[in-house]
């Protein structure tokens, strides 16, 4: 069981918002950085947010993160059909080890 | 552009050691230091273990400890995870991936399929 605990499943409908949660286990995450993936289908995870709250290049702006406390938030608004894949988050504990989510599957019904 | 290459997929016999490896191209390889996970089937992502590749540290997730070697050729800019008694249990999805200073990751390797199977 992961350290970080987030909802197996949320699901939208297209246009809707989704937020997905990423909630640490204790107080080790308190000062790292959190990042999400999204796992297409078939594909690698890909980078869409790092350092809670920042986009790489070419990920669109539907896509907001954000940190409190030992835990960290994604959002898509105006979800598409395109965004349905899995989502992890990820961090460092303060023994600098890594670790992920258990993942999210998005749906967009 | 930055990228990782990863070897192509394997079967292996349980008892049999086995590398994988993967090649960074298009940045400084011995200034980031190069993750490994495992993914299994209807599994998250777990976290293996990293090497820095400026002077071979590496540190390993306690549930991977002493099953698997992580190293590096930083002449071929080339990271390796090895196994030198496979498990059926091995078997999954390996991915490596480059680390930010910050703690995210990317880019990502396209993955190594290991199967494991008598």
Request: hydrophobic share 30%; glycine share 12%.
């Amino acid at each position: 069981q992961s350290v970080l605990t987030q909802p197996p499943s949320v699901s939208a409908a297209p246009g809707q918002k989704v937020t997905i949660s990423c909630s640490g286990s204790n107080s080790k995450f308190g000062d790292s950085y959190f990042s999400w993936y999204q796992q297409l289908p078939g594909a690698a995870p890909k980078l869409i947010m790092y350092e809670n709250d920042k986009r790489p290049s070419g990920i669109p702006d539907r896509f907001s993160g954000s940190k409190s406390g030992t835990s960290a938030t994604l959002v898509i608004t105006g979800v598409q059909t395109g965004d349905e894949a899995d989502y992890y988050c990820g961090t460092w504990d303060s023994s600098l080890s890594d670790v992920f989510g258990g993942g999210t599957k998005l749906t967009v019904l | 552009d930055v990228q990782l290459l990863q070897s192509g997929a394997v079967v292996k016999k349980p008892g049999e050691s086995l590398r994988i490896s993967c090649k960074g191209s298009g940045y400084s390889f011995a200034n980031y230091w190069i993750s490994w996970v495992r993914h299994m089937p209807g599994k998250g992502l777990e976290w293996m273990g990293r090497i820095d590749p400026s002077d071979s540290f590496t540190r390993y997730s306690p549930s991977f400890e002493g099953h698997v070697t992580i190293s590096v050729d930083k002449s071929i800019d080339t990271a390796y995870l090895h196994w030198s008694s496979l498990k059926a249990p091995d078997t999954g999805l390996y991915y490596c991936m480059r680390r930010s200073e910050r703690g995210w990751f990317d880019p990502w390797g396209q993955g190594t399929l290991v199967t494991v199977s008598s």
